[in-house]
């Protein structure tokens, strides 16, 4: 038997695909897989097209044998299988895609999920194995063929003899060594953990030593209407998304020219490390119900890094280890429709269930009003309608637009305080003013308030006005103060600013004040309380 070699370019490909296509080793299944998958489909395409063939829907499934004895694991697939000539073209090649061609060939957009595309796949079995074995038979064909190969240095092709059609494809898995233990790759548990990573939703029965481990039709492809809360709630906890019941999902498939469907939640309660550098956002992204990434930070702007969840389309273009995208054209335009989503959603929540709502923003209020502040400004018409703020109406929380409508016709601004709790805020001389006159005012409490708040500037151009500032606007129709009160204070004002040394610019008469005798205001953008946050930071 002559050994064939692989096409040159086909060696040196091989070669790279080996050492640095993957970023890790355990994908090897989920090409595999994928590709069982794909000759399943096709199968099965030519059963419902030709008469000829029988279509028995219970072989359609793959097996995986672990012989540890041996070192061998086995993929078993009853789809179409190959034949000689088949197997020199997809095998022979690298780069060579049979199911590309099948697709084209077919015109198939719908109703199939054929995965491959790129056809280097299969030789990422090279990653754990010294040796792999094909053993394939097609319908067109009545022999079948044993095609072999340990790498870089060829493969050789043989007839044998198999009963039915469909592939086997054994591995020969690789002694242990420094970087990896290979050993992993025969122990039971080790492989169903990645049949469940990235193939749980390969719609074929995926048995290991008998037992179907996928779970086949993903929840997001389901109807709502078949689906119940508790349904959502459990996928929620099997994927680990939290150890608490979400607040809200959101499932949708969108249908347009980039189609995809997002199963996404918004937790109640605020992950561990959730104001932490280690927390990372993102959302799962699926292309046909394989996972390609588990981590995808740019499907969710920064103030909605809370939400969990899951995107899958079939429209991506995938990079050739389908690790990443070709192009983020269609990742941005899912970005954009889903953070929509999410901010209508949270708007729903927020007009139908305030509890919830407030439960909600009491875990991840705090992100939004950073989300103000460090795009500066950039995204604040979508988080503005979010926010919440506790106000000295009723002491519980509003929404500027709450705020707003029940301002007193006479009152031109929003006003705030900002301080360490509402308490000590009422007892401060600052908001005497604005009490007196029955003006509600918003207490802003935490660090991140203020910054958020100087941000906006404005809410349905109504101005926001610190209760401390030097311009409240609260004395504008007060008489001048009087000359003689002036000049008869002059000395002592004086005396008081000399006393008080650097540590105020000036020394004023004001009538802003009715209980306190004194009151410290500031000048300029920064109030007193930005001052003290900002000189507390870390350089
Ligand atoms: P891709 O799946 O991207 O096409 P692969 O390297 O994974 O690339 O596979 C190359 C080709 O080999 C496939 O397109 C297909 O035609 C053929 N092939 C691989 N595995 C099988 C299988 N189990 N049954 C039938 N054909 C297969
Ligand atoms: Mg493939």
Redesign the pocket.
Known sequence: MTKKAFQAESRRLLDLMIHSIYTHREIFLR??I???S???D?MYYRALTDDQIPFHKDDYLIDIHIDKENRSLR?V?H????TKE??E???GT?????????KETNEIRDGYDI??????????AFMVADKVT?L?K?PDSETAYRWESEGTDGYTIEETHKDAH??E?TLIIKENDEEESYDDYLENDRIRQIIKKYSDFIRYPIRLEEETVNSMVPIWRKNKSELTTEDYNNFYSEKHYGFDEPIKYIHTNVDGSIRYRALLYIPESRPFDYYTRDYEKGLELYSNGVLIMEKSADLLPDHFSFVKGLVDSEDLSLNISREMLQHDRQLKFIAKNIRNKIKNELLNLLNENRERYEAFYDAFGRQLKYGVYTDYGVNKEEIQDLLLFQWSKDKKLVTLKEYVENMPEDQSYIYYAAGESAEKIDKSPQVEAAVEKGYPFLYLTEEVDEFAINMLGTYEEKEFRSLAGNDTGLESEEKELDKDLEEESADMLAAMKEHLNDKVQDVRLSKRLRKHPVCLIFEGELSIEMEKILRSMPE
């Open positions: 090409e595999l994928s590709n069982a794909d000759a399943m096709k993929i697939d789809g179409i299988g190959m088949e197997l073209e997809n095998l690298i780069a060579k895609s049979g199911s590309q061609s099948f995965i491959g595309q790129f056809g280097v796949g299969f030789y990422s094909v394939t097609s469909g592939t494809i």
